[in-house]
């Protein structure tokens, strides 16, 4: 915990005051929740927080809003200086103070902190939606977590296709793309209890690939590393930043350090445009990317936000063939975006506070990524083109745990 200048109560010998000073408010520790295929955590979310003691105090109140300095609710924690406080929803802000008080009053409230609370990671093969029907337009999927079921609605005819591939019971997480390079995204799981990957290719066949340590923690991070048009097998081990590639046309293995352990969030893509997609991690805690290129440089950028909450949604916005910095506020739905060709663009589309899910993809062919999200209460999807227009679809049944979400990673978002 950072060490502040204490403050708090000023009792004299008969009696006592409310201190004229704020008392230092800080949150000690974060709590994140590791992933899973099935459940997003094994508990409800908690915060732990800690504050400097008030000499003279007989207990705290922990106060508590969804908006800034107005606190709706409050927690007696009693004389200790320490209280885990357990929100009522996720996806939302919270901010926090401390009042101390004894039997003569109560103090001021502390200074304010507050903290991001939601669902913050996917799988990166699912950070933008896949073509499995090769049209070069993005398909409308789900996957049903409780069987394990596939469901497409394929773009070049409007219908829509069905494959049973995974168990959820074993861990299995959908890591879709085009394993074979024939332009189609091929079903595919990582089976994250065995570091096993089970490939349906939309060319004819199937494969079982052993590449992970569930042990270890390792995420699946499947992408063309080495330019050849087939996704390769990749890892990301959360705990120490390392990256474990399998490039599958030469059977060549890659091992790099490229992030720290426990808050990086990996996000590879193409964002030089050579072809390949390059080994990157984006900060939550400093909102940088951190892209290392193919030749062995690297490049790091400002973009994001962690007072916003800024999820990572890189792609390829603006059609220049470079994927484009780009974060999504999991706080108010605000899509900024640095484009590869010069500039930037903000968009508003989307609620957090209703479950939307981002889902950006190139949905009409025009070789630029739309801004989309995916309200997991309704199913539904809510698209806003590049070239202007918006649409609207409905696809997927929420009563039968229809997700686009693939892995999700609980965390705890701090900011002041």
Same mark, same amino acid.
């Given at each position: =915990?950072?060490? @502040?200048?204490?403050?708090?109560?000023?009792?004299?010998?008969?009696?006592?005051?409310?201190? @004229?000073?704020? =008392?230092?408010?800080?949150?000690?520790?974060?709590?994140?929740?590791? #992933?899973?295929?099935?459940?997003?955590?094994?508990?409800?979310?908690? #915060?732990?927080?800690?504050?400097?003691?008030?000499?003279?105090?007989?207990?705290?109140?922990?106060?508590?809003?969804?908006?800034?300095?107005?606190?709706?609710?409050?927690?007696?924690?009693?004389?200790?200086?320490?209280?885990?406080? $357990?929100?009522?929803?996720?996806?939302?802000?919270?901010?926090?103070?401390?009042?101390?008080?004894?039997?003569?009053?109560?103090?001021?409230? /502390?200074?304010?902190?507050?903290? +991001? #609370?939601?669902?913050?990671?996917?799988?990166?093969?699912?950070?933008? =939606? %896949?073509?499995?029907?090769?049209?070069?337009?993005?398909?409308?999927?789900?996957?049903?977590?409780?069987?394990?079921?596939?469901?497409? @609605?394929? /773009?070049?005819?409007?219908?829509?296709?069905?494959?049973?591939?995974?168990?959820?019971?074993?861990?299995?997480?959908?890591?879709?793309?085009?394993?074979?390079? !024939?332009? %189609? $995204?091929?079903?595919?799981?990582?089976?994250?209890?065995?570091?096993?990957?089970?490939?349906?290719?939309?060319?004819?066949?199937?494969?079982?690939?052993?590449?992970? /340590?569930?042990?270890?923690?390792?995420?699946?991070?499947?992408?063309?590393?080495?330019?050849?048009?087939?996704?390769?097998?990749?890892?990301? @081990?959360?705990?120490?930043?390392? +990256?474990?590639?399998?490039?599958?046309? *030469?059977?060549? #293995?890659?091992?790099?350090?490229?992030?720290?352990?426990?808050?990086?969030?990996?996000?590879?893509?193409?964002?030089?445009?050579?072809? %390949?997609?390059?080994?990157?991690?984006?900060?939550?805690?400093?909102?940088?990317?951190?892209? =290392?290129?193919?030749?062995?440089?690297?490049?790091?950028?400002?973009?994001?936000?962690?007072?916003?909450?800024?999820?990572?949604?890189?792609?390829?916005?603006?059609? !220049?063939?470079?994927?484009?910095?780009?974060?999504?506020?999991?706080?108010?739905?605000? +899509?900024?975006?640095?484009?590869?060709?010069?500039?930037?663009?903000?968009?508003? +589309?989307?609620?957090?506070?209703?479950?939307?899910?981002?889902?950006?993809?190139?949905?009409?062919?025009?070789?630029?990524?739309?801004?989309?999200?995916?309200?997991?209460? *309704?199913? *539904?999807?809510?698209?806003?083109?590049? %070239?202007?227009?918006?649409?609207?679809?409905?696809?997927?049944?929420?009563?039968?745990?229809?997700?686009?979400?693939?892995?999700?990673?609980?965390?705890?978002?701090?900011?002041?």
């Amino acid at each position: =915990m950072v060490t @502040r200048s204490r403050s708090g109560f000023r009792p004299s010998v008969s009696s006592f005051h409310a201190p @004229r000073t704020i =008392m230092r408010l800080a949150i000690l520790s974060l709590i994140a929740f590791g #992933i899973s295929a099935v459940h997003l955590f094994a508990g409800p979310p908690q #915060i732990n927080i800690a504050w400097d003691p008030s000499s003279g105090a007989t207990g705290y109140r922990l106060l508590y809003g969804t908006s800034a300095g107005q606190y709706t609710g409050s927690i007696d924690v009693g004389n200790q200086t320490t209280a885990t406080f $357990t929100p009522p929803s996720v996806n939302q802000v919270y901010y926090f103070a401390v009042q101390a008080y004894n039997a003569v009053g109560q103090s001021t409230p /502390s200074n304010e902190i507050g903290a +991001w #609370i939601g669902n913050f990671v996917r799988t990166p093969s699912l950070l933008k =939606m %896949k073509d499995f029907d090769g049209d070069g337009r993005a398909d409308l999927m789900v996957y049903r977590e409780g069987t394990g079921e596939w469901f497409v @609605r394929k /773009s070049s005819t409007g219908t829509s296709v069905y494959a049973d591939w995974g168990s959820p019971a074993l861990g299995d997480i959908p890591v879709p793309a085009d394993y074979d390079g !024939d332009g %189609k $995204t091929d079903y595919a799981i990582y089976r994250s209890t065995t570091g096993q990957w089970y490939v349906e290719k939309s060319s004819g066949g199937s494969v079982v690939v052993n590449w992970g /340590s569930p042990a270890l923690g390792d995420l699946p991070v499947p992408a063309d590393y080495d330019g050849d048009g087939i996704a390769d097998f990749a890892v990301y @081990r959360q705990a120490t930043g390392q +990256w474990f590639i399998f490039q599958t046309k *030469t059977a060549t #293995i890659r091992q790099l350090s490229w992030g720290y352990g426990g808050t990086d969030i990996p996000v590879p893509a193409d964002y030089n445009g050579d072809g %390949k997609a390059e080994v990157a991690i984006y900060r939550p805690t400093t909102g940088q990317w951190w892209v =290392m290129n193919s030749d062995g440089s690297y490049v790091a950028y400002s973009w994001g936000s962690p007072a916003s909450a800024d999820m990572p949604v890189p792609a390829d916005y603006d059609g !220049d063939g470079r994927v484009d910095l780009a974060v999504f506020s999991l706080a108010n739905g605000r +899509w900024a975006v640095s484009l590869s060709s010069g500039g930037s663009r903000t968009v508003n +589309w989307g609620a957090p506070a209703l479950g939307d899910i981002p889902v950006p993809g190139d949905y009409d062919g025009d070789h630029r990524a739309d801004f989309a999200v995916f309200r997991t209460s *309704t199913a *539904t999807w809510y698209i806003s083109y590049a %070239k202007g227009g918006n649409t609207t679809y409905q696809y997927g049944t929420p009563s039968a745990g229809d997700t686009v979400a693939g892995v999700q990673q609980f965390t705890v978002e701090q900011f002041k």
